[in-house]
């Protein structure tokens, strides 16, 4: 059974750093591409990052580009966010999501249960 | 970035109604077009791909149609289960894109 567990949320002040991760199990991992994306309380899903399989290319939203940085280690089966710099507006839950492997289209097909960031001083 | 816009915002439904959620696209994004359904407090859940695939164990009350920028997604006969939120998300160019949501509420 596929699961992905995320885990390293709280309340963190202004300016403060936090590290999210996400434990994969049930499926292959490094065979994967795997996303981050974020739900601010009462809003829409928003994208934040993605990273490929082995780790070698990642994209980030605006929003985030120069704070956050995603990175894997496919030998422990788990994803990570970094997170920096923190803002009021990063408060969200975030969610990591699987990209299902084949060939376009491409949609995420698995997601963690969330972890909430909560900025604040 | 590809913006897209679902209407409505939110509805109210008896069980057993057909229900219609549409998701335009800022620009065509051919059939890159994915549906989820969100109950609160829970992860998305995908339940069509492509525009019209059905996910594997989802129920065949629902559907997806259209192309290039105008989408929908069909209830034909919505159960209790049902109630939720459910949001259009595009897989075309990134970054992919999400509709605001549209939440489906009990009469």
């Known amino acids: 059974e596929v699961q992905l567990v995320e885990s390293g949320g709280g309340l963190v002040q202004p300016g403060g750093s936090l590290r999210l991760s996400c434990a994969a199990s049930g499926f292959t991992f490094s065979s994967y591409w795997m996303h981050w994306v974020r739900q601010a309380p009462g809003k829409g899903l928003v994208w934040v990052s993605r990273i490929n399989s082995d780790g070698s290319t990642t994209n980030y939203a605006d929003s985030v580009k120069g704070r956050f940085t995603i990175s894997r280690d496919n030998a422990k089966n788990t994803l990570y966010l970094q997170m920096n710099s923190l803002r009021a507006e990063d408060t969200a839950v975030y969610y990591c999501a699987r990209r299902v492997s084949s060939s376009a289209p491409y949609y995420f097909d698995y997601w963690g249960q969330g972890t909430l960031v909560t900025v604040s001083s | 970035d590809i913006q897209m816009t679902q209407s409505p915002s939110s509805l109210s439904a008896s069980v057993g109604d057909r229900v219609t959620i549409t998701c335009r696209a800022s620009?065509?994004?051919?059939?890159?077009l994915n549906w989820y359904q969100q109950k609160p407090g829970k992860a998305p859940k995908l339940l069509i791909y492509a525009a019209s695939s059905l996910q594997s164990g989802v129920p065949s009350r629902f559907s997806g149609s259209g192309s290039g920028t105008d989408f929908s997604l069909t209830i034909s006969s919505l159960q209790p289960e049902d109630f939720a939120t459910y949001s259009c998300q595009q897989s075309h160019s990134t970054p992919w894109t999400f509709g605001q949501g549209t939440k489906v509420e009990m009469k």
């Open positions: 620009q065509s994004i051919s059939s890159y």
